[in-house]
């Protein structure tokens, strides 16, 4: 924030993805990762340590969005599809922790 507006958050690709196609009736996403423990109970004030964490994506899911609701500062996302190469789709290298001010979205 600054003495003056600035463009951030305005361009045409600044909101989430809209969930329908011209007239068609919405189907909302829905989580597919099912799992036991804190880090599954899609509530922010969980509180638990971890250094790193294997997300049971079910055959045939696509990824479009992911939401933490809360993180370190620092963090990255990797994905693989054999569990053996890995490629980094996200990384947030210093940044307040989205618990203290809402959830890191990325679409």
Sequence with gaps: MGPRPSSWGTGGDAAPVSI???DEVPSPRADVLEGDGALFDDASATDDAVTSVDLPVPKGAEAVEYTLTSSAARWTLQG???GTAWQTLDRRPGQPSPGTGGPARSP
Excluded: E, I
């Design 20 to 22: 329908t196609r011209d």
């Design 80 to 82: 693989s599809s054999d």
